[in-house]
Every structure is written in C-alpha cells, then in structure tokens.
C-alpha cells in the first residue's frame, strides 16, 4: 500500500474542550522547521494577553518566529500571506468573546481555513468545577458564528481580579458566572493552569512541524 501523504492524512486527534474530536479535514500549505506563528489576542483585562505572551515565549523557545498582535490595534492592512500557522486567544465575558477577535476571524476566514489554527478560551467557566459544559457553549458559539473550525481549542481558567472590578463586574461574576456568589473566591485568583497550556502549544506545534 502507498503511504499516504501526510497533507491529506491529518493527525489523529485534536484537543477540543478535553475531549477527542475527529479532525478539521482541510489542507495545509507547509511544513517546515521554523514556522512564523501570529498570535491573535483578544483581552479585556489582562490575562489573556499573559497566555498569549507565555505561547509566545515557548514558541520563541521552539525556534519559532512569532508576532503577537492585540485584537483591538489590529491594522486593517494586515499582510498575512507569511503566515504559517495561527493562535487566536481570546476571554469570555458575559458568555462571548471579544468582538474584535470575531470580526479578525471574519476578515481572515479564508486564509484561516489554509492554515492550522489552535483557538484558546479563556474564561472562568473553564476552571470552575460543574461549568465546563458553559466554556464548551462559549466556543461552539464562537465556532458557530464564525464558521471557522479551528484545527484544536483549549478551554483555559482564567484569573479574577476582584480588586479591580467595579460593582457591576462584582456582581455579574459572582452571581452569574458563578452563580453562587462563593466567599471563598472573593479575592483575586489566577487559575490559568500554566502546565496545560505548555502541554497544548507543544502538542499543536506537533502537528504543524
Ligand atoms: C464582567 C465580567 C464578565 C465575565 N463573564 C464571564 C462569562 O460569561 N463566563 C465566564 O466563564 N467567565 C466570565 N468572566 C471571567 C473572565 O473570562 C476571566 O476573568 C478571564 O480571565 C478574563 O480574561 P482577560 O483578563 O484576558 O479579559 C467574566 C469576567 C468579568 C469581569
């Protein structure tokens, strides 16, 4: 039997939301030993923007070229064509993410369809035990709107910052968000599990490289 080429033979599995999910059957342009990866990310009050700085970091660390790009000072002219693979990070607040990352996604959908793509979900949902089923909702929402189907998705906790929120925020975290209002969790708390995301950036880099 003739091997199979490895363009049309995707990887096996693909990361989405903790479970295995049968592969985005699309084709990719290269594979090559030093990749330039852009980083789109979408924050409103930080973390985000640590997550993606840290996948740039272990990307840089990999050999990689790496350009990171805020969401909200995205140039209209972006020149893209360079671009091997992308990472879309982007935080959910009251159940979406930002609209920025949304309209990039729109703009771009037809490269984006060439190219692998990880999406990374950074929410609250994600790190609270019983509410995976919410941080899942957010990106199937994402994924439906967009019709951009990315190649894996990472459902990541991301942080509180109690100290920073104004009452509407407050309010809107503890009781909708978590719907309890847990006095254990009324400080500022990172949950970002920095290990998984190690664990998921090398994983994607294993199925581009
Ligand atoms: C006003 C507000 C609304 C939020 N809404 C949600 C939500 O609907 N679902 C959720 O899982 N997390 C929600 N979060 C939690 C954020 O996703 C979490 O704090 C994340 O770390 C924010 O990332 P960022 O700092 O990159 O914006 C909310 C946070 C705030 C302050």
């Known amino acids: 039997m003739k091997p199979v080429p490895w363009a049309i033979m995707p990887p096996l599995e693909y990361r989405h939301a903790g479970r295995i999910d049968r592969p985005h059957q699309c084709l990719f342009h290269c594979r090559r030993d030093i990749m330039n990866v852009l980083i789109v990310f979408g924050t409103t009050e930080g973390q985000t923007k640590k997550v ?5 970091a272990h990307f840089r660390g990999r050999g990689h070229h790496v350009e990171l790009q805020d969401s909200a000072a995205l140039a209209s002219d972006l020149e893209l064509g360079h671009v091997d693979a992308f990472v879309i990070a982007a935080s959910v607040h009251q159940e979406h993410h930002q609209e920025a990352v949304t309209n990039f996604v729109f703009a771009h959908h037809d490269l984006l369809s060439t190219r692998p793509c990880a999406l990374i979900s950074v929410s609250l949902s994600a790190a609270l035990e019983g509410h995976e089923a ?8 994402f994924v439906s709107v967009t019709a951009w189907q990315p190649r894996m ?3 990541l906790g991301g942080a509180l910052r109690f100290s920073k929120y104004d009452f509407f925020q407050e309010q809107f975290v503890k009781f909708v968000v978590m719907k309890s209002g847990d006095p254990n969790i009324e400080r500022d708390h990172e949950f970002t599990d920095w290990n998984a995301l190690a664990n998921f950036a090398d994983r994607f880099l294993e199925t581009i490289g």
Request: hydrophobic fraction near 45%; avoid cysteine.
């Open 52 to 56: 993606a700085e840290r996948v740039a």
């Open 153 to 155: 998705t990472l459902l």
């Open 134 to 141: 919410y941080a899942q909702r957010y990106v199937d929402r």
